[in-house]
């Protein structure tokens, strides 16, 4: 064993991106010692869990060993991270999860992996998505259960994760690519405010709704990288003291939420209440029901038009399932009925405003359950995307498990651009109910 698994009694592939930075500052451990760790964990679990789609151990290591050497520090030092490949890389394939682009080499690097490098995290390798971040499932499997979906788009990324092979890892979202696997594999997860974190070299699913997420193993982590992504000082996330108002939402798709998940949501809103915290229920307006389609309408219409090249000229190789779904829907979706969606979408904002004034957060579901058996589809995104078409962040926490024992995750939304409050307020409901 190695000295500096010996000072930190742990794991270091168990260690939180905030607890690597500090044992590597105080000297306890190197940037090399915390890279074999995670290349150890992946390579024990990668042939069932199947989370990464390029990653190479000599590439990883020489990194690692260069940081070291080099002596720099930054906010995320030796930090190894994961990246969805939609994302371009400089220096690794990204294939979009399309046989289309097979073996493609980007020249230049996508903002998010750039601010990440330079603020000294080490990049580890792509991870597995869905074709084109859409419907159509890659090759990851559920890290507590192989027969079950991790989720998607960004089923990689919460994959690894959620099974200790990196503290860090980057998807996106654009329905419930980022909340819905970080429920179903036991992590946390963010969806930011739109708008906030750059997606210059992100391939664009629907401009109106992608986000960035982020895949971590604390509040404190996802606050880190939020900052590092913004290219700003990082701030710890503060103490929330005082009063803690929070608002127990069910929405309109609260009926396809399973049994077992709302009664688990029920208690976790009355344990809040009888530690101090003032819980009431909140309902959406009713036009909020429009949402789906307002939804459906504006991914659609985008996502066929950003892919015309590949439907032009590699239909054969486009999935039946993105055919047949996502592309079927965009193409006969006239610009008059997107518009239209969008202006639903823009007055649901405005409502929004009005919904949560009284509110520092709002509660609700992360997916409808557990991870459902079988890999030919992802699991119901209904649960995110009314906040995804509302543009407000969001945090998805592991706070319980299903009758399967088996991750469930509790969402906390906050309000647009309050991210910094959304994080203080969803530390102190997990440190009440974990």
């Known amino acids: 064993m190695e000295p500096s698994l010996k000072k930190t009694a742990v794991k270091l592939n168990e260690l939180t991106a905030t607890e690597i930075v500090a044992a590597i500052n105080a000297g306890d451990t190197t940037c090399e010692a ?38 720099r ?20 394939p990204t294939e979009y999860g399309s046989p289309i682009y097979k073996g493609n080499q980007p020249k230049n690097e996508a903002a998010c992996v750039a601010l990440t490098r330079k603020a000294g995290g080490l990049l580890m390798g792509k991870t597995v998505t869905t074709e084109f971040a859409n419907r159509h499932p890659g090759k990851t499997r559920n890290p507590f259960d192989p027969a079950r979906t991790p989720g998607g788009s960004s089923s990689g990324s919460a994959a690894a994760v959620g099974d200790h092979m990196v503290p860090l890892a980057i998807g996106t979202q654009t329905t419930g690519s980022t909340i819905r696997p970080a429920s179903f594999c036991g992590a946390f997860g963010y969806r930011p405010t739109w708008g906030d974190l750059r997606c210059s070299g992100v391939r664009e699913a629907a401009g109106s709704l992608d986000t960035l997420g982020l895949l971590a193993r604390s509040v404190a982590d996802i606050a880190l990288y939020r900052d590092v992504l913004i290219g700003v000082e990082p701030q710890p996330v503060k103490e929330h003291t005082g009063a803690l108002k929070v608002g127990f939402c069910r929405t309109h798709v609260w009926p396809q939420v399973e049994p077992t998940t709302q009664k688990l949501l029920e208690e976790a809103a009355q344990n809040l209440s009888r530690a101090g915290v003032e819980v009431r229920d909140v309902e959406l307006p009713a036009n909020f029901e429009q949402l789906m389609d307002a939804h ?26 993105l055919r047949e779904n996502r592309l079927k829907s965009g193409l006969a979706c006239s610009f008059e009925r997107y518009q239209e969606a969008r202006e639903i979408a823009v007055e649901c904002r405005r409502a929004f405003t009005s919904v949560v004034a009284d509110y520092d957060v709002l509660l609700t579901a992360s997916a409808t359950g557990e991870a459902p058996v079988g890999l030919n589809a992802t ?56």
């Open 379 to 434: 699991g119901n995104a209904n649960n995110c995307l009314i906040w995804t078409t509302l543009h407000v962040p969001s945090v998805t926490m592991p706070l319980f498990r299903g009758p399967n024992n088996l991750p469930v995750g509790a969402q906390i939304v906050g309000k647009p651009g309050q991210d910094r409050a959304l994080f203080a307020a969803a530390q102190r409901i997990y440190e009440t109910l974990a």
């Open 73 to 92: 520090r930054g906010p995320l030092i030796g930090v190894p991270f994961g990246i969805k490949d939609i994302i371009d890389t400089a220096d690794m």
């Open 34 to 71: 915390v890279a074999r760790a995670c290349l150890e964990q992946i390579q024990i679990r990668e042939p069932k869990v199947q989370a990464w789609q390029y990653l190479d151990r000599e590439q990883v290591l020489g990194q690692a060993i260069a940081l070291d050497k080099s002596g």
């Open 296 to 321: 459906l309408a504006i991914s659609s219409f985008e996502f066929s038009r950003n892919f015309t090249y590949e439907i032009q000229h590699h239909w054969e190789m486009i999935s039946t399932t």
